[in-house]
């Protein structure tokens, strides 16, 4: 099972990124998708959720009408287009796949994503 996450970086504030996490060794569209984001000292918190088939999204205040979580499961491929970002958007964004119907999940490696001037 592999999740690799791509697309951080350091952008200025209200500026726009685009991260994508590819995923491989499981059936990808049976799984919800999640992007969580961490800073240093503070607990791991939940960005965006989509489910399997892509129709069903949901996200933490702090970003709505800023963020898009969408997926290709052709591509088996979960997406998070960050717009008008802020200085507190900065942290390390992962991605995880988890499967309801027998607990299981997976987790990306973590992409940095700096919002600074």
């Known amino acids: 099972v592999q999740l690799v996450e791509s697309g951080g970086g350091l952008v200025q504030p209200g500026g726009s990124l685009r991260l994508s996490c590819a995923c491989s060794g499981f059936t990808f569209s049976w799984y919800e998708m999640n992007w969580y984001r961490q800073v240093p000292g503070e607990e791991r918190e939940l960005v965006a959720r989509?489910?399997?088939?892509?129709?069903?999204?949901n996200y933490v205040d702090s970003v709505k009408g800023r963020f898009t979580i969408s997926r290709d499961n052709a591509k088996s491929t979960v997406y998070l287009r960050m717009n008008s970002l802020k200085s507190e958007d900065t942290a390390v964004y992962y991605c995880?796949?988890?499967?309801?119907?027998?607990?299981?999940?997976?987790w990306g490696q973590g992409t940095q994503v700096t919002v600074s001037s």
């Open positions: 995880r796949a988890y499967y309801r119907i027998i607990p299981r999940e997976y």
């Open positions: 989509i489910s399997g088939d892509g129709s069903s999204t």
